[in-house]
């Protein structure tokens, strides 16, 4: 079964940059679309951005555009996102996951899947 291993985050200032990853044990992200979400407490996941399909661009969160950047890394079975000028809006746990072909273009959660642990980023004013 194929696991995803988010790891990077952690307790940072307003304004800083952390860069997030997530590891898959199996080349899941082979044509698919890496995704990134978030949940705050108390809120439900919410759509943070997701590759683009072949020569398009990502799809961000309005929230987030500007700030964040996703990657991937074929080689190493592995995503990024690199936030940057965090704010204390951005605190929530972060998971990645990808949907199945006859979701892409989708930003709902639960048309996405499987799921990490999620990794925690806490961003203190």
């Known amino acids: 079964q194929v696991q995803l291993v988010e790891s990077g985050g952690g307790f940072v200032q307003a304004g800083d940059s952390v860069r997030l990853s997530c590891a898959a044990s199996?080349?899941?992200?082979?044509?698919?679309?890496p995704a990134w979400f978030r949940q705050a407490p108390g809120k439900e996941r919410e759509f943070v951005a997701v590759?683009?399909?072949?020569?398009?661009?990502?799809l961000y969160a309005d929230s987030v555009k500007g700030r964040f950047t996703i990657s991937r890394d074929d080689a190493k079975n592995t995503v990024y996102l690199q936030m940057n000028s965090l704010e204390a809006g951005d605190k929530a746990l972060y998971y990645c996951?990808?949907?199945?072909?006859?979701?892409?273009?989708?930003?709902?959660?639960?048309?996405?899947?499987?799921w990490g642990q999620g990794t925690q980023v806490t961003v203190s004013s």
């Open positions: 996951t990808k949907p199945p072909y006859s979701k892409f273009g989708s930003t709902a959660a639960r048309d996405f899947g499987p």
């Open positions: 199996g080349r899941i992200f082979d044509n698919s679309l």
């Open positions: 590759e683009g399909w072949r020569d398009s661009s990502p």
